[in-house]
């Protein structure tokens, strides 16, 4: 009865995941114990390793290694002077993959709606520090067109009213109620070219 609650314990862990459910993980878990060899024993060393290793960026929200640092701020061979704002490290990548922009990322890490989330885990003092150090030219707020990405939207541009940095967020090609992870090339394309400007002036 052991074995059985283990791997019933495995099953519940792996359809946490997203996109997954019960079904999903069950032939998951069914596929890792026929290959054991070759694919769980690698699975828990790198996964114990990842977990020593690698943990989020204080500065920009993104991945760290204690072993090669962080992915974005040890990336110094191009200087940029836009930063874009996203959720999490999936919509980073997304953007990424597109090839539409070229500058720094600051990735919040949710929203401020989102369950148990406070300001101070979102770093956005941190993204006005790295504004006004790096002079940056311009933010693109590129957080979801949901009623929470946008309220976090809203934040960042009144964060942001004592920097001369100009604003921006994605305009026309987001639809309503969208999340950047999700969308489509052509999609993401344009709503980077037509953002539209975000007043900043405090008055």
Request: net charge positive; with cysteine; charged share 25%.
């Amino acid at each position: 009865m052991q074995n059985i609650n283990e791997i019933e314990e495995l099953i519940k862990i792996i359809a946490r995941l997203p996109g997954l459910g019960p079904k999903s993980a069950k032939r998951i878990v069914l596929k890792l114990i026929n290959n054991r060899d070759e694919l769980i024993k690698p699975m828990a060393n790198t996964l114990v390793q990842v977990y020593k290793n690698i943990k989020r960026c204080n500065l920009c929200g993104s991945l760290k290694s204690n072993l090669s640092g962080c992915m974005n701020c040890e990336n110094i061979k191009e200087k940029f002077d836009k930063i874009c704002v996203v959720e999490d490290i999936a919509d980073q990548w997304s953007i990424e993959n597109s090839n539409i922009f070229k500058g720094y990322f600051h990735i919040l890490g949710g929203t401020l709606s989102s369950i148990g989330q406070r300001k101070e885990d979102l770093l956005i003092n941190s993204l006005v520090e790295r504004v006004n150090k790096e002079n940056i030219d311009e933010v693109i707020l590129a957080t979801s067109a949901t009623v929470e990405g946008q309220t976090t939207a809203y934040y960042i541009q009144d964060s942001l009213k004592k920097s001369k940095v100009k604003v921006t967020k994605l305009a026309q090609g987001l639809p309503v109620g969208g999340e950047i992870e999700s969308l489509d090339d052509g999609t993401l394309f344009s709503a980077f070219k037509n953002r539209s400007q975000l007043k900043t002036s405090s008055g």
